[in-house]
């Protein structure tokens, strides 16, 4: 199918991109053009794609996930999680990654999307993934708006057309990668997310 940069939303993005350089001025937003720019060199798949799995209903996996939950389109978060499903006998149709969490789990999927930013450009792999960016979109790439790999994989569901998303495993107070103040500001800003998107779709979480 062709493939063209996609926005979903300018509007909702120009509001989480603000924030998100608001709470986190030592993260690297200066080199996210350059990210994008590198990101639409990839040979990249379409975001459309996605539209193959059926997402009246996903069901969400975060890293601290515990329980199997229920769902039309299984979506794992990071590499990490979709080892964890693997090992209870789940597949994941689609991991939602930005490489840095077990990279090697996010084949694990029958789709990857892959998000390249200011952080990580240079070590993102080139592959038959859909590249996600967070400035506005060139080449084969998309803005799928969010911010961490969790939320993210939220908006996805919900620009995909998701009635309602069910959520194992999103757990604010117990960060599985790492426990530092840069992190705790993600998951803060990862939740606030969260509750703004549950005003436009069911949001659940177990």
């Not at 060139?138 to 790999?149: K, Q, V």
């Not at 969790?150 to 998303?165: H, K, P, S, T």
């Amino acid at each position: 199918m062709p493939c063209r940069p996609v926005i979903f939303d300018p509007l909702e993005w120009t509001y989480v991109y603000t924030l998100a350089k608001r709470m986190l001025p030592e993260l690297s937003f200066d080199r996210d053009l350059e990210a994008t720019s590198a990101a639409a060199g990839f040979p990249g798949v379409s975001i459309e794609a996605l539209r193959d799995f059926d997402w009246c209903c996903p069901a969400i996996y975060m890293p601290p996930f515990e329980r199997l939950i229920s769902g039309s389109v299984t979506v794992a978060v990071e590499g990490y999680t979709a080892e964890k499903l693997a090992r209870r006998g789940v597949k994941p149709d689609v991991v939602v990654s930005d490489f840095d969490f077990s990279p090697q789990g996010v084949g694990l999927g029958r789709a990857a999307v892959v998000h390249v930013h200011g952080d990580n450009y240079w070590l993102v792999p080139r592959g038959p993934y859909i590249y996600t960016v967070q400035t506005w979109p060139l080449g084969c790439t998309a803005n799928i708006s969010g911010f961490t790999d969790g939320d993210r994989a939220a908006y996805l569901a919900y620009y995909m057309g998701a009635r309602e998303i069910a959520i194992s495993g999103f757990n604010p107070e117990a960060p599985v990668k790492r426990d530092d103040l840069v992190k705790r500001k993600k998951l803060a800003l990862a939740s606030h997310l969260l509750n703004r998107l549950s005003q436009r779709v069911a949001v659940s979480f177990v």
